[in-house]
């Protein structure tokens, strides 16, 4: 279903909140939206907008380096992967031996070995790379959002400053919200201090399946448009009746949220961004046919149809070692071999092929990343375990130099020795290809004024 948070409005004026809530929530499909962006710094040079979209390829659970961008196929045999090292497109490049189709496109692709986030748990380094904000105290976890750790996700701070269009958010995540087991929810995901009108929409949904759609983006079956067209009518008499409630600025918002649910429902641009039946068997089958796949195909779909950024979270395969994720603890060569490379070699191959023969790839950035690495030992169950010391990311699109390699790590990829970068120099850049310079100022609740971020841009990798 379509999520979205925003804090409950108490009604004082004799009406049923049950009765506004029927016709506000349930006839609408529960649906809301965000204010427009808000202020802006000013004073300072913005830099160029390269990168119009961004699409954030999220692989839950942390991606090993030595399977990955940084194979060792000459270090230590405690540590080294055991598919070896493939050469890539860029001269002097290798990446593992389960990358074959990425491998080919590395001539537009950034690499960074040397990332570094200092922490170990899923959740806290989770929300240092989803905010570039480090997680208070670090290792912490199964950590929760609250304060002091609230900083806004990148999605939210791109909302401070991108437009909802044709009817849809600025930002978008989907399939599903990140979280631990037991559904514990990592902090970094919304919109934190900003407040919840400004959280990314979360869609929670199954593109893979035969039937897919967005189920708040239809009607239920037992809704006819006669019987919207009646419930609009209903709202607009409640509202005209809600003179105290207008008054109130989360009113205010309710009112513009209504009224975006309804464009939603019945806005044919909107329809068509989730309708995946326009794509051929031939697309669905370059992106492959799971659950993550068809999300990475539906986010090239939604930045088409305006929608600024699109996280795509790894999916969980029940029934599979490790819930089917990346934190692969135990059966660490089985998993990447049977499941994990193959979904994601295909998906990511085939999003940048997409976006560049679609002429798309110079303006939309793509980011390849997870919460942190794994460890440069193998363990007792044949696993790795959390390793935020040393991991890498790669780059792609809008503003990105392709065919560069940035920092290096030693024998074991187990710690960096050259050109550290931290989260919140990765999301500054992020930042940067978009046009906002990390001066650029975001509000609180309250009012005061922020920098978007703190960190460094990585100029070794820009175009």
């Not at 670090?138 to 609230?150: I, M, W």
């Not at 079956?221 to 067209?229: A, G, I, K, N, Y």
């Amino acid at each position: 279903m379509l999520s979205l948070i925003n804090h409950e409005v108490r009604l004082c004026d004799g009406l049923s909140r049950r009765e506004v809530m029927r016709v506000g929530g349930l006839g609408l499909g529960g649906l809301s939206l965000a204010n427009l962006p808000g202020a802006r710094a000013e004073g300072y040079q913005q830099p160029p907008v390269r990168a119009r979209n961004v699409i954030l390829f999220w692989l839950t659970g942390g991606v090993p380096q030595h399977d990955t961008w940084d194979p060792k196929p000459d270090g230590p045999d405690s540590s080294r992967s055991e598919f070896g090292a493939i050469p890539s497109a860029t001269p002097g490049l290798h990446v593992g031996g389960l990358m074959p189709m990425t491998s080919r496109l590395t001539n537009r692709i950034a690499v960074v070995r040397s990332m570094y986030s200092g922490d170990h748990s899923h959740s806290s380094s989770g929300y240092q790379m989803l905010t570039g904000i480090p997680h208070a105290p670090l290792s912490r976890e199964n950590a929760t959002p609250q304060p002091p750790n609230d900083w806004p996700s990148l999605g939210a701070l791109v909302r401070t400053q991108r437009a909802d269009r044709n009817g849809l958010p600025s930002a978008i995540t989907l399939p599903r919200r990140i979280a631990n087991v037991g559904e514990i929810v990592w902090p970094g995901q919304d919109a934190g201090f900003l407040g919840r009108k400004l959280d990314p929409w979360l869609l929670t949904c199954d593109p893979s399946a035969n039937d897919f759609a967005v189920p708040d983006l239809a009607l239920p079956e037992q809704v006819s448009q006669v019987r919207l067209e009646r419930r609009i009518s209903l709202l607009n008499q409640v509202n005209a009746g809600l003179d105290t409630l207008e008054s109130h600025v989360a009113s205010r918002s309710y009112g513009h949220r209504v009224d975006q649910a309804v464009n939603l429902l019945v806005g044919s641009k909107t329809r068509q961004a989730f309708d995946l039946s326009q794509e051929s068997d031939s697309v669905k089958d370059r992106y492959g046919r799971s659950k993550f796949a068809q999300s990475v195909l539906l986010s090239r779909r939604l930045v088409e149809a305006g929608v600024s950024l699109v996280q795509v979270n790894w999916q969980q395969i029940e029934g599979k070692t490790n819930n089917g994720s990346w934190d692969t603890h135990a059966r660490h060569h089985d998993s990447l071999k049977g499941w994990l490379m193959p979904i994601m070699d295909r998906s990511f191959s085939a999003l940048l092929e997409d976006l560049d023969e679609r002429g798309l790839l110079d303006e939309t950035l793509v980011a390849w990343v997870g919460e942190f690495g794994h460890t440069p030992k193998i363990n007792a169950n044949g696993g790795r375990d959390h390793w935020g010391h040393a991991f890498s990311i790669a780059m792609a699109g809008g503003g990105i130099k392709g065919g560069v390699v940035l920092g290096e790590t030693d024998s074991q990829a187990g710690h960096v020795i050259r050109d550290r970068v931290l989260p919140r120099d990765y999301v500054a850049t992020v930042l940067h290809c978009m046009g906002l310079s990390p001066e650029t100022s975001i509000h609180d609740v309250q009012g005061r004024p922020l920098p978007i971020s703190r960190g460094k841009v990585i100029r070794e990798i820009l175009a």
